[in-house]
């Protein structure tokens, strides 16, 4: 009940493209869903984050869609850049305590 | 104000010896949060520290591994007799306080490589 599911995991993007990751959790208890980026060697670097009594957030390019009903959220990133290609993790938290990852989502922007 | 500080940043450790990883907090943050990363992984949830108190090891291996952090220094996660599945990235997040819509920002991690 824990778990949070990513998918795909990996994704090839044409640049100006749109890159859309999926997730889906069952914990009806997580109230804070963050998108993570991280770089090859890096940590992980918040993107963008939502509370679920709200259907969409947009910041610049990033748009996280949710359905809570479906108890599913996404990650839509438009005009996609070379410089977007990272390796992105929704989340899931209750409380302000740990976060639960997903398996990750590989993505390439080809120039 | 710098940012969540993580040190080393690669280990190389022999099997049977001793591991030792620190993080320094972001300044003012008091909660501290360790995962784990497996190569081609997600960050799984190791353990939650305020100063001076284990506040949530579920996630902690029940053997070999345990975590501090002090009323001054840094947060130590420490694996006795590491064994080779232990080699992955370690990364430590920081927190002001615990809320819902409070950020955790993580370090660079440690990469731990068990020969």
């Known amino acids: 009940q824990q778990q949070v599911k990513q998918s795909p995991q990996s994704l090839i993007v044409q640049k100006g493209g749109i890159s859309i990751i999926n997730c889906a959790y069952e914990?009806?208890?997580?109230?804070?869903f963050p998108w993570y980026q991280q770089f090859p060697g890096k940590g992980p670097a918040l993107l963008i984050a939502i509370r679920p009594d709200v259907s969409e957030k947009k910041e610049g390019r990033f748009t996280i869609s949710f359905n809570k009903s479906a108890k599913q959220f996404s990650l839509h990133i438009m005009d996609s850049q070379p410089g977007d290609s990272a390796t992105y993790f929704c989340?899931?938290?209750?409380?302000?305590?740990?976060?639960?990852f997903g398996e990750g989502t590989q993505l390439t922007v080809n120039p | 104000n710098a940012g969540v500080m993580q040190n080393p940043r690669h280990l190389v450790r022999r099997r049977g010896q001793e591991a030792r990883l620190r993080c320094s907090p972001m300044?003012?943050?008091?909660?501290v949060y360790w995962y784990r990363q497996l190569p081609e992984e997600g960050l799984k949830f190791m353990v939650y520290l305020q100063k001076e108190n284990i506040i949530d090891e579920s996630g902690m291996p029940k053997e070999r591994f345990s975590a501090e952090f002090p009323k001054e220094g840094p947060s130590i996660l420490r694996i006795q007799q590491v064994v080779r599945g232990d080699s992955a990235a370690y990364f430590c997040?920081?927190?002001?306080?615990?809320?819902?819509?409070?950020?955790?920002?993580f370090g660079q991690g440690t990469r731990l490589t068990v020969v």
């Open positions: 300044k003012g943050h008091s909660h």
């Open positions: 914990n009806t208890a997580f109230d804070y």
């Open positions: 997040a920081s927190s002001v306080r615990q809320g819902a819509d409070t950020e955790a920002f």
């Open positions: 989340a899931a938290r209750t409380g302000g305590s740990r976060l639960t």
